[in-house]
């Protein structure tokens, strides 16, 4: 990996690992709907005039339902869900959590779309949920109900997104493909769409004015999540893809659950425990097993590197 690859790299696994942070502060003052919506909102937003800036016509070859649609698994249903986790765990506790992703694409996969699944992909797949139940278990919260619900939210988004992998496969790429920047903005549009209606429910139960009035950190936070871990995190995501190729990119993975601890301690003073080391080796274990390169003879590595969203 070259110097500038490797520094997008960086950054990339900076920002994805900095969303938990953003979703901690905001999350508790402003719910977890309207963060989840503002979130996708200000993405849809900031990849739109991204596309004006470079001139890219948004043409989607008959592909703009389908975009909408991977944008309820890719984005919608977990941002929510970890806004909702955001509420009750610390941001260290959803980034080691986020990084499950492609262990649910493993298991998914092998139950849905009839993939190949290997004795080291089983292997992960167990550690990796070992992982788990090391963080919940010895970590520096106390399990409660619903500190489980926030990790079951967790789960169900990592789900999603390893689900949305197999779905951008099916929906997109074979059916002649897209630009990945239109890919991104017709998924964050129809992630607005799907969160749209929970967001006016939201907004009869608890007024607008309690939004506005939020001090500057939450906006700063929001603006941060939207523009800079949605908007500006695909556009290094999609660079690297295309740069050293999609395994590659995929093990960004490796990298966000040490920013999402590092961010919380340094910012909110978040416990960084042997729990959080624990949890974090098993599941970096997982990853590897599970990430490696398949054998020559062996059939391509079938987890898609479309599974991995913040």
Known sequence: MDLPSLLRFVALAALWGGSFLFMRIAAPVWGAVPTAFGRVVLGAAGLLALLALVRLRPA?????????????FNSGIPFLMFALAARVLPAGYSAILNATTPLMAVVIGALAFGERITLARVGGVVLGMGGVAVLAQAGPVVLTMPVLGGIAAC?????????????????ITQRGGLDSRLVALGSQWGAVLALAPFALWQTAQQPVATWLLAGPAVWGAMLALGLLCTSFAYVLYFRLIADVGPVKALTVTFLIPLFGVGWGWLVLGE???????AGGVLIAVALWLVLRPAPAAAAPASTP????RR
């Open 271 to 277: 416990a960084a425990t042997l729990a959080h080391a």
């Open 60 to 72: 989607f070859q008959g592909k703009l339902g389908a975009a909408l649609m991977l944008g309820v």
């Open 155 to 171: 789960l169900v988004a990592t789900a999603c997104y390893g689900l949305s992998g197999f779905l951008t496969r099916r929906w």
């Open 305 to 308: 590197a479309a599974a991995v």
